[in-house]
């Protein structure tokens, strides 16, 4: 897709821009099952604390508690990898994976609640070779650490994850940063170990942010990758933690690796006892900063006001010309228009946290969209002097906004990453308020 597509269809597609990276990407193995409606609220009742079993019923001396980790996939859904929780036990004949990322396009109302923020998802086990083999059979890379935990804390991880698998207890409001299918593994492990892990990592500094790791992810898409840093405010700006980063199944999967927990004898050991590599993706490998891609974003948006200006001039044919302006600035008027209003609704109507304060909105100015009418009969000669003085006014808005959008990234408390936003979007929002200008004066 071109990035005047991704930037087109980012408004108008929901599902394709903020959401799913598809936007966000969790959205890991769709089951078509009825979700109970008790379930769409809540799995606890207000006041109601879940008895949740401490597994001392339960020999943990043969069990073998594995996280297992799946690299990125093909489709944009799976760019940020899964993981799961792996329990064996030959004496009981227990080989079963607990996979959080469920959830269901048959659930009451899903559309609402997807647009909104509110979707439910839930985990379930699955049998674990079969599991596993589906994922190298989609050719993801799979990698399984062995959890150096005592019997007994092996017993409580089993007890907790069938506990959690029970249909009053799986389901949990998903949300695509702070509670998805890697952050539920995160701290059902982190349960079981007292708080060490929350302990070890909550306050170790990572030097990157929910979107320095989304556009690095994103980058083999660029629809999704342009959709998303339209889509996605400065909330996903701040420094993350470790514990935070967690978020992303690989990069728990070496957190962990610098891991110690205390053994029965009081010691510190590694919390990965053994770490084997299953299957490794032919894939290329997931790389490890964001593009730098101010210079591909710029030329389009030269490219669309290299567009626009000339047609601001009368030229030999001042009738093709200034119809052909009016259909180009009121198509980007309708375009700016549009993604503004999206924005705007998100950032009030919804619980999309991440898209909320959106400074991508001094670009997209919402009263552009009136330029599809305005610029048109401006230029026809409609409506008289009031219409053209309008449409002027209205330009220069858009555009004054636009290099505000630009002057504020000098400023400290202002800190969204949109450069490559700023750099697509200004110089066509400028070329517009010229040719307006010229056309209407």
Same mark, same amino acid.
Request: charged fraction near 20%.
């Given at each position: 897709?071109?990035?005047?597509?991704?930037? !087109?269809?980012?408004? @108008?597609?929901?599902?394709?821009? !903020?959401?799913?990276?598809?936007?966000?990407?969790?959205?890991?193995?769709?089951?078509?099952?009825?979700?109970?409606?008790?379930?769409?609220?809540?799995?606890?009742?207000?006041?109601?604390?879940?008895?949740?079993?401490?597994?001392?019923?339960?020999?943990?001396?043969?069990?073998?508690?594995?996280?297992?980790?799946?690299?990125?996939?093909?489709?944009?859904?799976?760019?940020?990898?899964?993981?799961?929780?792996?329990?064996?036990?030959?004496?009981?004949?227990?080989?079963?994976?607990?996979?959080? *990322?469920?959830?269901?396009?048959?659930?009451?109302?899903?559309?609402?609640?997807?647009?909104?923020?509110?979707?439910?998802?839930?985990? #379930?086990?699955?049998? *674990?070779?079969?599991?596993?083999?589906?994922?190298? %059979?989609?050719?993801?890379?799979?990698?399984?650490?062995?959890?150096?935990?005592?019997?007994?804390?092996?017993?409580?991880?089993?007890? /907790? &994850?069938?506990?959690?698998?029970?249909?009053?207890?799986?389901?949990?409001?998903?949300?695509?940063?702070?509670?998805?299918?890697?952050?539920?593994?995160?701290? #059902?492990?982190?349960?079981?170990?007292?708080?060490?892990?929350?302990?070890?990592? /909550?306050?170790? %500094?990572?030097? @990157?942010?929910?979107?320095?790791?989304?556009?690095?992810?994103?980058?083999?898409?660029?629809?999704?990758?342009? *959709?998303?840093?339209?889509?996605?405010?400065?909330?996903?700006?701040?420094?993350?933690?470790?514990?935070?980063?967690? /978020?992303?199944?690989?990069?728990?999967?070496?957190?962990?690796?610098?891991?110690?927990?205390?053994?029965?004898?009081?010691?510190?050991?590694? !919390? =990965?006892?053994? %770490?084997?590599?299953?299957?490794?993706?032919?894939?290329?490998? %997931?790389?490890?900063?964001?593009?730098?891609?101010?210079?591909?974003?710029?030329?389009?948006?030269?490219?669309?006001?290299?567009?626009?200006?000339?047609?601001?001039?009368?030229?030999?044919?001042?009738?093709?010309?200034?119809?052909?302006?009016?259909?180009?600035?009121?198509?980007?008027?309708?375009?700016?228009?549009?993604?503004?209003?999206?924005?705007?609704?998100?950032?009030?109507?919804?619980?999309?946290?991440?898209?909320?304060?959106?400074?991508?909105?001094?670009?997209?100015?919402?009263?552009?969209?009136?330029?599809?009418?305005?610029?048109?009969?401006?230029?026809?000669?409609? *409506?008289?002097?009031? =219409?053209?003085?309008? #449409?002027?006014?209205?330009?220069?808005? &858009?555009?004054?906004?636009?290099?505000?959008?630009?002057?504020?990234?000098?400023?400290?408390?202002?800190?969204?990453?949109?450069?490559?936003?700023?750099?697509?979007?200004?110089?066509?929002?400028?070329?517009?308020?010229?040719?307006?200008?010229?056309?209407?004066?």
């Amino acid at each position: 897709m071109s990035l005047f597509g991704s930037v !087109l269809l980012g408004p @108008t597609l929901l599902g394709l821009t !903020l959401l799913g990276p598809v936007s966000l990407g969790f959205l890991e193995t769709p089951l078509h099952a009825q979700v109970p409606d008790e379930a769409l609220s809540t799995s606890v009742r207000p006041g109601q604390e879940p008895t949740i079993p401490d597994g001392s019923d339960i020999d943990g001396s043969t069990m073998v508690v594995s996280l297992v980790t799946m690299g990125p996939g093909r489709r944009v859904w799976e760019r940020f990898g899964h993981n799961a929780i792996w329990v064996r036990d030959p004496i009981r004949g227990i080989n079963r994976m607990y996979n959080y *990322g469920m959830f269901s396009f048959q659930q009451e109302n899903f559309l609402k609640r997807f647009i909104q923020g509110e979707m439910m998802y839930w985990m #379930a086990g699955f049998d *674990g070779r079969l599991h596993m083999g589906a994922y190298i %059979e989609a050719d993801r890379s799979v990698w399984v650490q062995e959890l150096n935990l005592t019997p007994d804390k092996r017993a409580e991880m089993y007890a /907790f &994850v069938e506990w959690n698998e029970r249909p009053e207890n799986r389901f949990y409001p998903y949300d695509y940063y702070r509670d998805n299918c890697s952050t539920r593994v995160r701290d #059902a492990l982190d349960r079981v170990l007292d708080g060490r892990l929350r302990d070890l990592t /909550f306050d170790a %500094e990572t030097g @990157t942010t929910y979107r320095f790791h989304t556009r690095r992810l994103l980058a083999p898409d660029l629809g999704a990758y342009a *959709g998303t840093l339209f889509s996605l405010g400065q909330p996903i700006d701040q420094p993350i933690s470790a514990w935070e980063e967690m /978020f992303l199944p690989v990069r728990m999967m070496k957190t962990l690796r610098g891991v110690t927990v205390l053994d029965p004898d009081g010691q510190e050991v590694p !919390l =990965v006892r053994s %770490e084997d590599t299953i299957y490794l993706s032919s894939m290329p490998v %997931e790389r490890e900063t964001p593009p730098a891609w101010l210079l591909g974003f710029l030329g389009f948006g030269l490219i669309v006001a290299a567009g626009i200006l000339p047609l601001g001039s009368r030229g030999s044919t001042p009738r093709a010309s200034r119809i052909a302006a009016a259909s180009l600035t009121s198509l980007w008027g309708l375009l700016v228009g549009v993604g503004g209003w999206f924005l705007v609704l998100v950032w009030i109507f919804t619980q999309h946290w991440a898209a909320h304060w959106n400074e991508n909105i001094l670009l997209f100015n919402p009263l552009a969209i009136a330029l599809v009418a305005l610029v048109p009969l401006a230029v026809a000669g409609r *409506g008289g002097a009031g =219409v053209g003085r309008w #449409a002027r006014r209205l330009v220069w808005i &858009v555009a004054a906004t636009s290099v505000l959008a630009l002057v504020i990234q000098l400023l400290p408390a202002f800190d969204q990453v949109n450069s490559e936003i700023i750099a697509a979007v200004l110089p066509p929002n400028l070329a517009m308020a010229w040719a307006v200008s010229r056309l209407t004066a």
